[in-house]
């Protein structure tokens, strides 16, 4: 039996492989249309770590790790493959004054071509081609001067692409979203460490009773109505300080801790829908509506949106239940003793509440939730509440693993596969059902492997764009297609770089990549259908 199940993992592990090598390779023997060469090497990365991630062939850091480098040496302006590139060039003949005669291959659609600046850098110069001769032409352009180097294929990949400088990857390492993970292993360390965790514990989940279900679905309320006020990252952050101690009680062989490692960073992103600060692609929907000249008030938002919360915080729950069910009917919280009085335990209780409140109150201060962050980072270390065997046994891995979903993030922008990815879809051909359905669905799963904030960035301006231009007819809807739009960027969490929530999540060893990708194809095609639905029969009605 063991002998089979060595073999059976190897096999999936080469499978993995295999998979990831071929979606690495696949784009440079499939050439798609509108994707520059640069593009293509970012799809290339995008389906290796994609495939990688799903399947953990190798650990999902090791993953990102590999994704960074990778980026480095193949798309940054001091890896290999940018330095021994170059452009190929010639000197314009002059034949008389502002005309010129040059490669036919250097016109770019018969109207410029590309002046070699400095290095790699170009200048486009708009022509107008007065005569074509077999492969050259004669242009007048009373931009070019005498000895001007001009680019002999229009169509070069350096030309349209300005490589990012190596740090712009590694910079990932200490993004400022990594700086806020950080701050909550801190204070999650710092909890265990004084027991501030299983006080916690007792306070917040006693009215929910002793059965295991119940107590999942007080733990999922609480960071339900936390992240709708606040940064989801900080209150998934906080609530696993309190999962770590319950989980740690059940058997060893018991998957419902999986269940409750689940519950929050789901919790955290489908609160953080109910309200307009509650995550940024609310905000973005908001500002690109306002410019418009539309707008949607504090509690009429939360008007439209709550019915799915509501909905999809029930069907996690039940799906979380039905796919890992407790071995136990009821639960003991085993959580004797008193607060801990110590010197440090205060100091701990006051830099933990301070950040709290600071987290909660973004809003009204707005000092950015990274920067509260790295206050627990600094007192705790400073005062010697957490010491360096302390700081070693915090996840560092998660750390890396969320690095390499931002830095993907960063090379689909770079690149313009994020927008060839968007735009390859022909919007103005579908009916106004699909096109909601297909909005929704490039969100839903651009999401999963970008920042769902850059995906809104990405999408919402497409959609005001085909609302305002008449394109999609009478009866499209902007402001229902741009919730419905910034609703699907939050519910994608099927990965664990999907969002720094789900990331969080994985630090605490209960999941499997498996597990995720599971209930989070089940709670984002429902929350989808649920979205679809309410958009287009309650929505109307409303707004």
């Not at 979380?320 to 801990?340: D, H, I, Q, V």
């Not at 690095?403 to 022909?426: C, F, P, Q, R």
Request: charged residues 10%.
């Amino acid at each position: 039996m063991r002998t089979k199940r060595k073999t059976g993992v190897n096999k999936v592990r080469l499978a993995g492989l295999a998979l990831g090598f071929i979606g690495f390779l696949l784009p440079f023997f499939i050439q798609f249309d509108g994707l520059s060469f640069a593009g293509h090497m970012a799809l290339g990365i995008f389906l290796m770590a994609a495939s990688f991630w799903m399947l953990e062939p190798i650990p999902i850091y090791s993953t990102s790790l590999l994704v960074i480098m990778m980026q480095v040496l193949l798309l940054s302006a001091q890896g290999p493959v940018y330095m021994a590139s170059s452009l190929p060039e010639t000197i314009p003949v002059n034949l008389q004054e502002n005309l010129w005669q040059i490669p036919g291959s250097a016109l770019d659609n018969n109207e410029a071509v590309y002046i070699r600046i400095d290095g790699k850098k170009t200048r486009r110069v708009d022509v107008e081609v007065t005569e074509t001769r077999e492969d050259m032409a004669i242009i007048r352009a009373p931009g070019l001067t005498e000895g001007d180097v001009i680019v002999t294929e229009s169509g070069h990949w350096l030309i349209k692409y300005r490589a990012a400088h190596y740090s712009e990857y590694f910079r990932t390492l200490a993004d400022p979203i990594i700086i806020l993970f950080l701050g909550g292993f801190m204070l999650a360390g710092a909890a265990v460490k004084y027991n501030l965790d299983k006080n916690l514990t007792s306070v917040l989940l006693k009215p929910f009773g002793k059965k295991p279900m119940y107590i999942a679905l007080g733990l999922m309320l609480v960071t339900a109505v936390l992240s709708a006020f606040m940064s989801n990252t900080a209150t998934t952050a906080m609530m696993m300080t309190v999962v770590i101690p319950i989980t740690a009680q059940f058997p060893p062989e018991d998957r419902f801790k999986t269940a409750l490692a689940l519950s929050v960073p789901i919790a955290a992103n489908v609160g953080g829908i109910a309200t307009p600060i509650g995550t940024p692609p609310n905000a973005i929907v908001i500002a690109a509506l306002n410019q418009q000249g539309i707008s949607i008030p504090f509690g009429e938002w939360m008007l439209l949106v709550m019915p799915i919360v509501i909905i999809l915080l029930l069907v996690s729950w039940f799906t979380l239940g039905y796919l890992f069910p407790p071995t136990l009917s009821e639960f003991k919280l085993k959580l004797e003793g008193k607060f801990n009085t110590s010197a440090k335990a205060i100091t701990l209780y006051v830099i933990f509440g301070l950040t709290v409140i600071l987290w909660i109150t973004e809003a009204q201060h707005g000092i950015p939730s990274s920067m509260v962050a790295f206050l627990p980072i600094t007192a705790l270390t400073v005062t010697s509440v957490m010491t360096k065997e302390d700081i070693r046994s915090l996840p560092w891995d998660v750390l890396w693993l969320v690095s390499g979903g931002i830095a993907l993030g960063v090379a689909m922008d770079n690149t313009g596969l994020a927008t060839w990815i968007v735009s390859s879809i022909s919007w103005e051909t579908l009916p106004k059902l699909m096109l909601l359905l297909v909005f929704g669905l490039v969100a839903y799963m651009m999401s999963n492997f970008l920042s769902n904030t850059v995906t809104a960035t990405l999408i919402i301006p497409l959609a005001i764009s085909i609302g305002t231009s008449g394109i999609a007819g009478e009866g499209f809807n902007l402001i229902i297609t741009c919730i419905f739009v910034g609703i699907a960027c939050n519910i994608a969490m099927m990965l664990p770089i999907s969002t720094p929530p789900n990331a969080i999540a994985m630090s605490t060893g209960f999941l499997k990549t498996s597990d995720m990708v599971k209930v989070g194809i089940i709670v984002g095609i429902i929350g989808l259908i649920v979205g679809l639905l309410i958009a287009t029969f309650v929505w109307p009605f409303m707004i």
